[in-house]
């Protein structure tokens, strides 16, 4: 197994020990979004006629696409989370090798896993550059104009739909991020009209979110020196990064404030029982 599938499924292999039953939706939205930008939509239930992301949202869809427990357990734990998510924000660019792994290598799987914890802010724009002309901006990217129209189309999704960062991580894992973004919008924000995201990529919209990317990034205290560059609860240190690239979910969890979810391992039973050799 290779590619995408082979990083989830490596994903899986290694963080689910632990976690409760209300995390297998999540793990099971981006299965399905996997299966289907990989193979084609059959790979999704037959009995399903929702996208994955939207499996959860209403009770016929979860009834019909077989996640019922699964959504009810996710949306009653959510709702007794008493502190405040863990704000984790990255600022990158979508052709840079780093930020790719990072986000979905380590973003992306942490988030999955401690989504009722952590609030996750992407800031597609890094080590671009800006250029006032006119009423307009023109913009540079470290990586060329395939890069700019990435950053573009990522920072018009997140403005358009709550399902974003599935479409992003669809296209960051992704062989070639631009030519999969079609496809990758179409099996995970289906909401989202191709024609109206391109509008935004190409019109004034793109341009004003994108400018106030630019002003995101350059506001940043201290100011970034590469990227991908995460801040914590709004604060960057080298510590806090080295952290985050090392092991997102641990910090996470230690950072977190509240009753620590089982994901954490807050709440696992260690077993100790033998079937000895007769």
Known sequence: MSG???VFFNFCRTSVR?????MKVHLLLI???CLNTQYG???LPDSCSYPPSKWCSSLHSAVQCGVLKQCLESNFTRSHQTADPVRVELYYESLCPGCRGFLTQMLFPTWLMLSDIMAVTLVPYGNAQEKPDEQKYIFLCQHGEQECL???IETCLLNMTENAFYTIFCMESSNDVIKSAKSCVEVSSPEVSWDKLMTCVNGNQ?????HQNAMKTKALNPPHEYVPWVTINGVHTEDLQNKAMNSLFTLVCS???GTKPPACGSSQRHYKSYCHNE
């Open 4 to 6: 995408l599938l082979g």
């Open 18 to 22: 632990g976690v409760r039953l209300k």
């Open 31 to 33: 299965l399905a979004v």
């Open 41 to 43: 939509s059959s790979a």
């Open 150 to 152: 990435g950053n573009m």
């Open 206 to 210: 793109g341009n004003q979110l994108m």
């Open 255 to 257: 950072m977190y404030k």
